[in-house]
């Protein structure tokens, strides 16, 4: 069982940037593609980005995309998500999650293990 946990979410202004961790526990981190969601009030949770167990490959969606970047430590078995020019739109809880494989999908199906979420709130 992978536990993840979520930190960084807040409150920030438009324009602004927010850095979000989540720390894996367990031995296998390194052989899980991990991604990021978000959910905002009354929408479905969406994808946001991916990335592949080594890093070498990664995913985001067109909204954030330019934007937004993940990567990952598998020394520290943690992956981030360094969030620039926020967006009020960008406003939702962020959830991690993992994925018992070494490619990286989009889909919130493909995904066995999730945090808890943070919260992220931009204002205009």
């Known amino acids: 069982q992978v536990q993840l946990v979520e930190s960084g979410g807040g409150l920030v202004q438009a324009g602004g940037s927010l850095r979000l961790s989540c720390a894996a526990s367990g031995r296998t981190f390194s052989s899980y593609a991990m991604g990021w969601f978000r959910q905002a009030p009354g929408k479905e949770r969406e994808f946001v980005a991916a990335?592949?167990?080594?890093?070498?490959?990664?995913y985001y969606a067109d909204s954030v995309k330019g934007r937004f970047t993940i990567s990952r430590d598998n020394a520290k078995s943690t992956v981030y998500l360094q969030m620039n020019n926020l967006k009020p739109e960008d406003t939702a809880v962020y959830y991690c999650?993992?994925?018992?494989?070494?490619?990286?999908?989009?889909?919130?199906?493909?995904?066995?293990?999730w945090g808890q979420g943070t919260q992220v709130t931009v204002s205009s």
């Open positions: 999650a993992g994925r018992r494989s070494v490619v990286a999908v989009t889909i919130t199906e493909g995904y066995d293990y």
């Open positions: 990335i592949n167990y080594s890093g070498d490959r990664t």
